[in-house]
């Protein structure tokens, strides 16, 4: 079974790799560049959810946010239910370079696999999606025990 994490960690750092010009060219860091898209995906979201969802420390997250901000990417505001909570929003500016990275990337990843057979990747991912859902139930189920 450990030959699958082997396995899962080689074809994600490959495809890093492929993939670091167009993460170079956004001028965000794969880290950054991660949470960009996650805000872009799902909107005004909490800092402590984000930080929980990207498994990074909040207080890592000040500083990203910081430089985030600064290429106005993102927003703070604050909370009108919980004003001790801040939230997170994108920008246009975010929403346009999420934008350019994904058909950059998929232009790439396209000449890299179009080549694979027939439905490979539809099933690669409908199965990648299984078990992403399977190990966040059993995730949530032990912190139940």
């Known amino acids: 079974m450990f030959e699958l994490v082997e396995l899962l960690s080689q074809v994600n750092?490959?495809?890093?790799?492929?993939?670091?010009?167009?993460?170079?060219?956004?001028?965000?860091?794969?880290?950054?560049?991660?949470?960009?898209?996650?805000?872009?995906?799902?909107?005004?979201?909490?800092?402590?959810?984000?930080?929980?969802?990207?498994?990074?420390?909040?207080s890592t997250l000040t500083g990203i946010f910081d430089r985030l901000e600064s290429k106005d990417y993102l927003v703070r505001i604050h909370d009108s239910k919980d004003r001790r909570s801040v939230l997170i929003q994108g920008t246009p500016q975010l929403k346009e370079m999420i934008e350019s990275v994904i058909q950059s990337a998929d232009q790439e990843l396209e000449k890299l696999l179009g080549s694979l057979p027939p439905g490979f990747i539809d099933r690669l991912l409908k199965d990648m999606i299984e078990l992403q859902a399977y190990l966040t139930k059993k995730v949530i189920e032990a912190k139940n025990d």
């Open 13 to 58: 750092t490959q495809i890093f790799r492929i993939l670091s010009p167009i993460v170079k060219a956004s001028n965000v860091s794969v880290t950054e560049l991660i949470i960009l898209w996650k805000i872009n995906k799902n909107g005004t979201c909490r800092i402590t959810d984000l930080a929980r969802e990207v498994g990074v420390p909040s």
